[in-house]
């Protein structure tokens, strides 16, 4: 059973930075935590087309600073690459690669997640004891 699933929706890097830093966080105290990709977190990194919220973009130069600063990259496939060097589960929902449209080969999981089927998901979500999205 997977004790936190955190959904990332959103194709933002501040969202990227939230959900991936939380879970290696989580994961590092030894806390099994899941982190799936969907809707527009996983049309970006399908089309590797990143930016930060309105609200944050005058930040952005700044967020990305201090983030190396921190030792975190603010790059969302580096932050994935971590993420896995970690030993966070990283998924891409499988109903939402369809729904963007999506067959492998031609339109390959990005590196570094493996597929969730949509059965999986709505198991791994009844069995969490936490789940959130950023």
Request: proline share 7%; glycine share 6%; charged share 25%.
């Amino acid at each position: 059973m997977v004790e936190t699933v955190i959904l990332c929706k959103e194709g933002t890097i501040n969202s990227y930075l939230s959900a991936l830093v939380i879970a290696m966080n989580k994961k590092k105290k030894g806390e099994d935590v899941h982190v799936v990709f969907m809707q527009e977190g996983l049309a970006a990194l399908v089309d590797k087309n990143f930016r930060f919220t309105p609200g944050l973009e005058p930040y952005a130069k700044d967020i990305e600073k201090n983030a190396a600063m921190m030792g975190i990259p603010s790059d969302p496939f580096e932050l994935i690459k971590e993420a896995n060097k970690v030993g966070v589960p990283l998924y891409a929902c499988q109903a939402w690669m369809k729904l963007l449209g999506g067959k492998p080969p031609k339109f390959p999981i990005p590196d570094g997640l493996q597929k969730l089927e949509l059965s999986e998901l709505i198991k791994a979500l009844d069995e969490a004891k936490k789940v959130f999205s950023i």
